[in-house]
């Protein structure tokens, strides 16, 4: 069975940073592209930020673009986004995706972690 399990949200003041973590269970994870989306009320979901199988390659929203870091260790089943600067926009529930780095149509999700900014 796949599990995502994410972590790390919170409250936390505006210019401050938080630091989300996933853990994926069920997988191997290196056969996986990892990204990190997020869902404001009222809003779509978005791509945040992602990261290649081989952790070769990443790429942002252009609105977290030097202010967030995806990162991944293959060995321990974890993908991480520190986001630091936070601001008015980032309020959100993050989720983290796990999609197979061929065959596409192979894609799973975590249950999401809220990140609150308060100012």
């Known amino acids: 069975q796949v599990q995502l399990v994410e972590s790390g949200g919170g409250l936390v003041h505006t210019g401050g940073s938080l630091r989300l973590s996933c853990v994926v269970s069920?997988?191997?994870?290196?056969?996986?592209?990892m990204s990190w989306y997020r869902q404001a009320p009222g809003k779509e979901r978005e791509l945040v930020a992602v990261i290649t199988s081989a952790g070769n390659s990443t790429n942002y929203l252009d609105s977290v673009k030097g202010r967030f870091t995806i990162s991944r260790d293959n060995a321990k089943d974890t993908v991480a986004l520190q986001m630091n600067s936070l601001n008015a926009e980032d309020p959100a529930v993050y989720y983290c995706?796990?999609?197979?780095?061929?065959?596409?149509?192979?894609?799973?999700w975590g249950g999401g972690t809220r990140v609150t900014v308060a100012s």
């Open positions: 069920g997988l191997v994870l290196s056969q996986f592209d």
């Open positions: 995706s796990a999609r197979h780095w061929h065959w596409r149509e192979i894609e799973h």
